[in-house]
């Protein structure tokens, strides 16, 4: 009898650890299901970190790209309309310079033909002038010789006295 409750106690503990084997078993399977599903969990989360970083730094590249291309575009604009700037204010004093040139050249032209028309007047009057000056310088010389006849008989000697005398009576073929 007592061997049978010994067998029955042995059969109920075989039956136990058994169970308690079973228990492990299931519990292990458990914990690795859920450490290869954690497992599988942090890799599909590291494949969707990676294509999520991946596609935004293909797309902070493209952004960069298109960025890169618009200042590229707008310092190229800038730089034309400088280009034009320079370009027309170049044309402008070019046309200022050869507007001033002509009308230098136009004032010099007139300054010309102002010269050659006072010239020419100087020219006409120079001879009208010298007949002028003539007749002042003889008008001249007469009032000085009625100056001398009408104060008196003088007597002048040397080279004025010979000068007066020349100057009173006219020498044949002398313009005076």
Do not use: H
């Not at 228990?23 to 292990?28: K, M, P």
């Not at 299901?33 to 493209?62: F, H, I, N, P, S």
């Not at 002042?136 to 000697?157: D, Y």
């Amino acid at each position: 009898k007592e061997l049978e409750t010994i067998r029955k106690a042995n059969a109920r503990s075989v039956q136990e650890i058994t169970a308690e084997r079973k228990r492990y078993e299931i519990q292990q399977r458990l914990i690795e299901e859920k450490a290869k599903g954690e497992a599988r969990v942090q890799e599909v989360e590291a494949m969707t970190k990676a294509d999520v970083a991946l596609k935004k730094a293909q797309g902070d590249e493209v952004i960069t790209k298109l960025v890169a291309r618009k200042e590229a575009e707008a310092l190229l604009k800038k730089t034309q309309l400088e280009c034009q700037k320079v370009k027309l204010e170049a044309e402008q004093e070019a046309i200022l310079m050869v507007k001033t040139s002509e009308a230098r050249s136009k004032v010099i032209e007139a300054q010309a033909k102002a010269l050659i028309a006072r010239a020419e007047a100087e020219a006409e009057m120079a001879d009208d002038l010298e007949e002028k000056r003539k007749f002042e310088l003889e008008w001249a010389r007469l009032k000085v010789l009625e100056k001398l006849a009408a104060s008196g008989r003088r007597f002048i000697a040397g080279d004025m006295g010979e000068s007066i005398l020349n100057q009173l009576v006219p020498i044949f073929g002398d313009d005076r």
